[in-house]
């Protein structure tokens, strides 16, 4: 196999006394769709914030295709190849679907310190623009201010904006969490969509998507990784299954 | 094309407003009132420095409580300059070379550059802080200035100092008061017509993405932090022009010109005029000024009148007196919501 394009060793996080990451190793391969599950309060979200840059971790050191990226700022990252959606999404509220989108596309184009000419009128930006969002369905929602769209579209959104930069690696935190049936559907349609064409690293509660779309998934536990294999060696796997021992979360 | 017939209503009053402007010399002149064209001049001249405020504050989010000190330094920049040509002395007793001038070609410039100056450097740690801390941070700076010219005795100390005259340009005769508000007037409407350029520009956009999220600016591959210095150095030059004007309007300069206080009322300006709307800070200025003045005819109490005004105003328009005028015409903010 490849050289992974992500990968930890021995991250570990603490908050105060709380030990929320505890020295992970963690592999992610270029173009496969990696689920990283456990339990509430595993150390998910701490650990894709260690990931993105957003916490700086106590131990451990991160290498993202082929850079040491310790210690790099969050835009840094953003620039190397990494994009994220959150758990809550983070979209620019008063812009509307268009803009938000425009601003991703201009973020990985050129520099940002142009004071005169509109981004709305060069084609340059106009033009991936109207591709994403016709790519992630919003192509009727353009105009509409992004925090009046729903909430399923929010997330839509969301991914839109972080596939602007092409990224090598696509962060996403729980793109399921809270969307129905449909919208789920279409979320897990995008997702496999985009498999292949760059490494994903997917936080999930629905394991019935996860299991669907995952080639690897990673089981974390108190901040600890138990397992990584494919879908069927972590049903099988007994620590796994303890771990999951009384919660509602069968596998 | 549709669009644009439909923003004709906007535009029209938009041009009414700055003909008004234009013919308002004229107006006073008919009406006996020519004593009110040096408060008209004040008013372009806040306008200037509350759309300044604007860029950061509506525009950038950042709630900065010393924009006084940037006009404190534009003006003391003119009566600094204008003291030593009088006096042929040089500026610092170490650089012999460093005349005084009443150029405004060099002076007003200069002011600029110094203005920003402090800005960069008071920028650099300000904008390291958010939210309260930065309100707190930005009005320690500015009192800081304030406290440094009351105790400069060779530049009037807190009685501040006059001048003997404006500063001079080339082909424009700024002693002239109706000339110097039609000066003021082109200033303002440059400035404005700059500005819109601006925050419709790609560093415009990132700028307003920071003050909405900048977690997300970050994750895009943005580093907010250099947006916000930058337009908090511009809005400190454009700041530092409206007090070289405002000195030699009123051809006197005094540390109340920074106090805090004045911060506020640049505040108030473009609250009350409509944040984050281009022309919002000038309605807030002219607003401001001109109650002040007639309400100050009535009674000496005229805060009282005035308090209250804002507080109604801030309760039911939310985006300012702008938003009143503006958004339910075709084209508007409200008339975009229900069409």
Redo the contacts between chains.
Sequence with gaps: MADPILSSARLAKAFGGLVVCDGVELGVYPGEIHALIGPNGAGKTTLLNLITGLLTPDAGTLVFRGRDITNMSVPARARLGMARSFQVSSLFPSFTVRENIELAVQACQGSSYAFWRRPDRDAAITGPANQLLQRVGLGELAQRKAGEIGHGEQRQLEIGMALASRPALLVLDEPMAGLGPASARAMAHLIQQLQGNMAILLVEHDMDAVFALADRISVLVQGRIIATGKGREIRENEMVQEAYLGTQCSL | MKAFVSMRPRLLLSVAGVCLLVVLPRLLELTGQEYLLSLATRALIYSLAAASLNLILGYGGMVSLGHAAFMGIGAYTVAILAHHSYESTPVLAFLPFLQGTEQALIVWPLAMLLSALFALLTGLIALRTRGMHFIMITLAFAQMLFFLFTSLDTYGGSDGMSLYGRNTLPGIDLGNDTLLYYFCLTVLVLFLFFMQ??V???????L??SR??E?????????PF??KL?SYCLAGAAAGLAGALLANQGEFVSPGMLHWTRSGEIMVMVILGGMARLTGPVIGAFVLLFLEEYLAMFTEHWMILLGPFLIVVVLFARGGIHSLLFDRLPGGRRAQHNG
Excluded: M
């Excluded at chain 2, 419709?200 to 990132?206: A, E, I, K, T």
């Excluded at chain 2, 977690?215 to 580093?223: F, K, P, S, T, Y």
């Design positions: 350029r601006l419709r520009s790609r560093f415009g956009r990132v307003e993405a909405e999220n977690i997300r600016v970050q994750v895009l591959g943005l580093a250099g947006f930058t």
